[in-house]
């Protein structure tokens, strides 16, 4: 398989099976904007729940912040955003088309061989109005990151979450930058949700918890089923470290379109708070009452996108595998990350085996994500399954209603195992463990 291929087909799978379609289709579609259907939301959900868990609920000095997406603007210009988040854009002379000046490598436009502008800075932000007048003050921005709403309420959050430094704050959601050439599906997307960790640190500390981050960061990748082989950390150059960075390095995956950075950890210094002090003229200091000393904290960054992640595991987990008369499309997930655990078909659509069926459906919606289906050949069904990563398929037979045993189907192996009725919730529950 080549890359477009491969990228091709998963783009495809996506929107055959519900888990990614592009936005406002019916009216020829909105580049860079992506809608997630049913599959790809609890795929999503599960994504966003992982990375709470890890590191909000499993430490004790983490909390967790849900912002504002229009904030005041002045929180941009301290953040150096409204000067420096621009990309530099070339136009061709000939049929108008507009690149990023990094994205091309060629002399003249590829698209028609056309003379390019010379090379225009753009800013990434999007503009708003708030309230009833367009004019220059009531301009403000959606956010490009969930960052600085983070810094700037650092205090406040510490004050009423009983926290002492080292201390941390985590944020889930939505973001947006005009990118002027969104591409790779939906690796680089004009509207994306982060999940960002600042966490703050008495300097000189700093070192250590940057490298404790960087550790957990890379396990989890690991730890929702990625392979390892296709991860792996790049420091940056010290010519691509931002002003404020003392250090930055990317985990990255190699997609079929090559290594592309999947989150940046970053150490930034006192900037962030610095220039917020500066811009806002209220203090950042944090006072630390046993050591009798006060600082502007330091802060180690966390910085993921949840829709890179999901484009991840998809392509990690696509094979297309041989089998006797054909080939099989298997999404095989780990059991954490699977959007939905188990399915249930009745292998007949006879009244009783539906009713059995959905009444096991009905059991195991209350412990795991379940589906119930009853249209097609079994075969179909189970294939339906695996192309959506189903870890088990659970199938109710005429053979059922007298020996109260069903056949549970494994994604992987294909192989099937009869389990009793009695004991069929906790042997799924069990393997889901694993
Ligand atoms: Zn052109």
């Given at each position: 398989m080549n890359i477009n291929e491969k990228m091709e087909k998963i783009t495809s799978l996506c929107k055959r099976r519900g888990f990614i379609f592009q936005s406002s289709e019916i009216y020829g579609g909105m580049n860079g904007c992506w809608d997630y259907g049913p599959v790809g939301t609890e795929l999503k959900k599960n994504i966003k729940n992982l990375w709470w868990k890890d590191i909000v609920q499993m430490h004790d000095n983490v909390v967790g912040m849900d912002a504002s997406i229009i904030m005041h603007p002045r929180i941009w210009e301290a953040s150096g955003h409204v000067a420096n988040f621009k990309d530099d854009m070339i136009d061709c002379k000939k049929c108008k088309k507009r690149y990023r000046a990094d994205h091309?490598?060629?002399?003249?436009?590829?698209?028609?061989g056309g003379e390019f502008t010379p090379p225009r800075p753009f800013n990434l932000m999007f503009k708003t109005y708030v309230g009833a007048l367009e004019d220059a003050a009531s301009a403000a921005y959606l956010?490009?990151?969930?960052a600085q709403a983070i810094f700037a309420q650092y205090l406040t959050v510490l004050n009423c979450s009983r926290q002492r430094i080292p201390f941390g704050i985590a944020q889930i959601g939505k973001s947006f930058r005009n990118e002027i050439t969104p591409r790779n599906f939906t690796f680089r997307s004009r509207e994306f949700e982060q999940m960002e960790l600042e966490f703050f640190v008495a300097p000189g500390t700093d070192e250590k918890w940057n490298e404790y981050w960087i550790d957990r960061r890379i396990n989890w990748y690991k730890n929702i089923g990625i392979h390892s082989e296709r991860l792996r950390i790049r420091e940056h150059e010290k010519d691509e470290l931002?002003?404020?960075?003392k250090s930055c390095v990317d985990v990255e995956y190699e997609f079929p379109f090559g290594w592309q950075e999947l989150e940046g950890i970053a150490n930034r210094s006192d900037f962030d708070l610095s220039q917020h002090q500066q811009y806002s003229g209220k203090k950042m200091l944090y006072k630390d009452d046993l050591e009798k000393k006060e600082f502007v904290p330091w802060v180690i960054e966390t910085s993921a996108g949840v829709d890179r992640i999901l484009l991840t595991l998809l392509a990690d987990a696509y094979e297309e595998e041989q089998l006797e008369k054909n080939t099989r499309v298997v999404l095989r997930f780990s059991h954490k990350i699977a959007p939905i655990k188990t399915a249930v078909f009745p292998l007949f659509k006879k009244p009783a085996l539906k009713e059995l069926a959905k009444k096991i459906n009905d059991d195991l919606k209350k412990v795991t994500t379940t589906f119930y289906d009853e249209i097609g050949s079994v075969g179909k069904r189970y294939r339906r399954q695996d192309e959506i990563g189903t870890p088990y398929c659970v199938t109710v037979d005429y053979e059922s209603l007298e020996d109260n045993a069903v056949t549970v189907r494994f994604r992987d192996s294909m192989k099937q195992e009869r389990i009793s009725l009695g004991s069929l919730v906790s042997f799924i529950l069990d393997k889901l463990a694993q």
């Open positions: 091309v490598q060629t002399e003249t436009c590829p698209e028609c956010r490009p990151e969930t931002a002003h404020y960075a």
